[in-house]
């Protein structure tokens, strides 16, 4: 009997609210896509009997509902024309997933976005940097006037000199645009037709630079006194960088939609790098530029007093976050001047230290070993005086630690006040501020309550989403799968566990047999754990352990189901080793399961391996490679 699609449609439309409770939807060659406001309308258990649905799953904030190829689209016109929701694409119903969490959260991630994949870049160069300032302090060393001081260090600060161009290329990926288009618009902000902007408030910097005897940093005027840009640069700068390249690939989206294609290919570039580099320069740039001088203002008046030293140790990492951090050294230089003593140098050793605080309890409490491999060494960084990789690769994606260490450097920059002490020099914080410090004891105190209230603070309040159990055989006994499962344009998909593979329609069930949910294989395991089959990230774990969703950057979707109708085991005898979100290794242990178990149940115990978005690409490859 065939299906009724209006019936279907209806059916489902009333089991998860009605179209005013659905934010996005799509659909592919086998799914409907949903974007759901407010879940607790969902009606999962009726959902799964609706005739035509032939499965449910949850993934990225999306509702999937599976309905199979030649009946999903027309279900989805009937689904449409009841509940008057515009169709999206896939690529909406994903931003909408997406668009669903708090503004905060979707902030936090950008930034997380963006700078996770050059947290190696930033952390190397991190590190190497405190080492190399640290030896070129040591009296008598004559490190700072040697050939290799300059050397290492010209190495050591490529990535911090050039991060407007490291964070444009990466944002360009985040939001869609074009990476090469994105590393312009990073070059154009560090141009050497600008003063380096770690210069602008250094008066004989400007003079030398534009040859002027007033200090002012000339402006082109492109229209009168109405549009003029300051002919300055953002080095160091970390959130303008992103809104500029955010502004780009807006504007590049938009022009790809509506230049005709016969002249796309050069119109779309020149006027994308155009009109972002004249936002950027007057607006942008601008808005950053006077947002500086009223901090740096700011800071100049709460340094006067104990109270408002607190208050600076607490919000110093935002201006890191913002890239405002570098103009401190006018305060500090003034202080020189006037006094011969640095009491602004302690501040920010506390506000850096008890970063690395918080940094260092996230990597001793975290069981995820990705994680740990970077906040470990990104807290020695923070406890050298660099904290950028400390709090864009960990502390601000988990929050709380940064939180926690906004609080130690609060009390350790109000302790410092009331002492009195500071630094006999400037441009140096953390360890190798014992160089240039008045009174070692008293910094020390400093820096241990800092960095003690970020630790304690960050080990009592923060703990990862889900804990991760240890695995049920020790690491070094699990054999990596090698061959090729699946393949296609996209990428590769190496066995998720060791045993026979059996084509996708031998395994025992109607329907991952049938291809309705993806194209793939079956493996009948030897050994009772998955591996991920490559690099990416995990979309899903179900609530009853026995399936996992991941994802390549590329594109690739993958589910991995455990045994043929083992949902009904409730989890028992299943024990993921990742969360939703973690991101993975080629190799990496994902899932442990009992095969005895399974089998003692009844059920079939083939691993299902499936490509879900195979409809995606033509060149689909299954088996044994």
């Not at 400390?390 to 609060?410: L, Q, S, T, Y």
């Not at 500071?422 to 070692?440: D, E, K, M, Q, R």
Request: glycine residues 10%; hydrophobic residues 50%; proline residues 4%.
């Amino acid at each position: 009997m065939a299906l009724d699609y209006r019936k279907c449609a209806q059916e489902i439309s009333d089991n998860i609210g009605g179209g005013a409770n659905v934010v996005s939807a799509a659909h592919c060659a086998t799914r409907l896509r949903l974007v759901i406001a407010d879940n607790g309308k969902v009606n999962k258990a009726a959902l799964e009997e609706v005739d035509g649905v032939k499965g449910m799953f949850e993934s990225n904030g999306q509702l999937q509902l599976i309905i199979g190829t030649g009946t999903v689209n027309k279900v989805f016109d009937e689904f449409i024309a009841i509940t008057g929701v515009a169709a999206g694409t896939k690529d909406d119903v994903k931003a909408a997933a997406a668009a669903k969490a708090p503004v905060w959260r979707q902030a936090l991630k950008t930034v997380g976005d963006v700078f996770v994949p050059i947290l190696p870049a930033i952390v190397a160069s991190g590190l190497m940097m405190g080492l190399v300032e640290a030896l070129a302090k040591i009296p008598g060393l004559g490190f700072g006037n040697s050939d290799w001081f300059a050397f290492l260090d010209t190495v050591a600060n490529t990535a911090f000199a050039y991060l407007p161009v490291i964070v444009a290329v990466s944002a360009a990926r985040v939001f869609g645009g074009n990476l090469f288009l994105g590393a312009v618009i990073g070059l154009l902000m560090i141009h050497s037709a600008f003063l380096n902007g770690w210069n602008v408030a250094n008066t004989d910097a400007i003079n030398s630079f534009f040859g002027v005897t007033d200090g002012v940093i000339p402006r082109w005027h492109l229209i009168g006194n109405i549009v003029t840009i300051q002919r300055s640069g953002y080095q160091g700068h970390v959130i303008p960088v992103i809104i500029a390249v955010w502004l780009m690939s807006i504007i590049e989206k938009w022009l790809h939609k509506h230049v005709p294609e016969m002249i796309d290919l050069f119109v779309t570039p020149l006027c994308t790098v155009l009109a972002t580099a004249f936002l950027t320069l007057w607006i942008v740039g601008p808005i950053f530029s006077t947002l500086e001088t009223y901090v740096l203002a700011g800071a100049k008046i709460l340094v006067r007093n104990p109270i408002g030293s607190g208050i600076m140790g607490a919000i110093y990492p935002w201006t890191v976050v913002m890239g405002l951090h570098h103009m401190y050294n006018v305060i500090e230089a003034g202080m020189l001047a006037e006094t011969g003593l640095n009491t602004w140098m302690p501040i920010a050793s506390a506000a850096n230290f008890a970063q690395f605080g918080a940094c260092l309890a996230v990597g001793l409490k975290v069981k995820n070993q990705k994680t740990k491999s970077v906040a470990i060494p990104s807290s020695m960084s923070a406890a050298l005086g660099i904290t950028e990789p400390a709090i864009f690769g960990v502390n601000m994606r988990f929050f709380k630690p940064f939180i926690c260490g906004m609080i130690g450097g609060a009390v350790g920059a109000l302790l410092a006040a009331f002492m009195g002490f500071g630094a006999t020099a400037y441009g140096v914080t953390g360890i190798p501020g014992y160089l240039t410090v008045s009174n070692p004891v008293m910094y020390t105190i400093v820096l241990a309550i800092a960095g003690g209230i970020a630790f304690a603070g960050t080990w009592m309040f923060w703990k990862e989403e889900e804990k991760k159990k240890a695995p049920a055989a020790p690491v070094e006994q699990i054999k990596v799968p090698e061959q090729t499962v699946i393949s296609c344009s996209a990428g590769v998909v190496k066995a998720p566990s060791n045993g026979e593979v059996i084509a996708r329609d031998d395994i025992e069930d109607e329907t991952f047999a049938s291809g309705v949910l993806g194209d793939g294989v079956g493996i009948r395991p030897s050994a009772g754990y998955v591996v991920a089959p490559f690099d990416g990230e995990i979309t899903s774990v179900a609530d009853s352990k026995h399936a996992i969703g991941l994802s390549t950057p590329s594109g690739m979707e993958l589910l991995i189901h455990v045994g043929v109708d083992t949902v009904a085991m409730n989890g028992d005898g299943f024990d993921p080793q990742v969360a939703e979100g973690d991101q993975v290794k080629a190799g990496q242990l994902i899932l442990n399961f009992d095969i005895d178990k399974i089998k003692a149940a009844g059920h079939p115990d083939t691993v299902v391996v499936l490509l879900t978005n195979a409809d995606d690409y033509d060149d689909v490859k299954c088996g044994v490679q």
